[in-house]
C-alpha cells in the first residue's frame, strides 16, 4: 500500500471520529495506542505539511510503536483535543499508552527522532523484551 495513502488513511479515520465533549479525547487510546497529536493553526502551515511528509516516509515504524496519529488544523475551533493539550501555533506532542505527555515539540520530527524517543518510554521497552522473550 502507498505510505502516503496509509498515512491520510489513518488520519481520515481518526478525522471522523466524532468525540463526546465532556470525555478525555484520548480515553478509548488508553494501553492501546500511542497517540501522536499534530496541531496547526491552518492545514497549509509549512511545519505541519513537513510533518506529514516526513510521517509518509515510513508509516510502518508508525505502526510498529502502535501510533495513531491526530491531526487537529482548526485553531478558529477549539476541539477537546486542543482544549486538552493547549498547542499554540504548531505543536507535535507524544501521549504515552498510559496516557500522560510524554513530548512536546515546535517543530517537526523525522520518524526517526520519534522512534528513539518512544523506544525510551518504560512501557515501549517492556513490549520489546517480551517480543524478544517470545
Not at 489513518?10 to 465533549?21: F, G, K, T
Not at 502551515?45 to 482548526?74: G, K, S, W, Y
Amino acid at each position: 500500500m502507498n505510505k502516503t495513502r496509509l498515512v491520510l488513511a489513518l488520519c481520515l479515520s481518526i478525522a471522523a471520529s466524532a468525540l463526546p465533549a465532556a470525555a478525555n479525547p484520548l480515553e478509548e487510546y488508553l494501553w492501546v495506542k500511542r497517540p501522536l497529536v499534530i496541531f496547526a493553526d491552518t492545514p497549509e502551515d509549512p511545519r505541519f505539511v513537513r510533518q506529514m511528509e516526513l510521517l509518509a516516509e515510513n508509516p510502518e515504524a508508525m505502526e510498529e510503536r502502535d501510533v495513531v496519529v491526530l491531526i487537529d488544523t482548526d485553531a478558529a475551533t477549539p476541539s477537546e483535543l486542543r482544549k486538552l493539550l493547549r498547542p499554540k501555533g504548531f505543536q507535535l506532542t507524544i501521549v504515552g499508552k498510559d496516557g500522560q505527555v510524554k513530548l512536546r515539540k515546535p517543530r517537526p520530527w523525522t520518524v526517526r527522532e520519534l522512534n528513539r524517543s518512544i523506544d525510551k518510554m518504560p512501557l515501549r521497552q517492556q513490549e520489546i523484551r517480551q517480543r524478544w522473550e517470545r
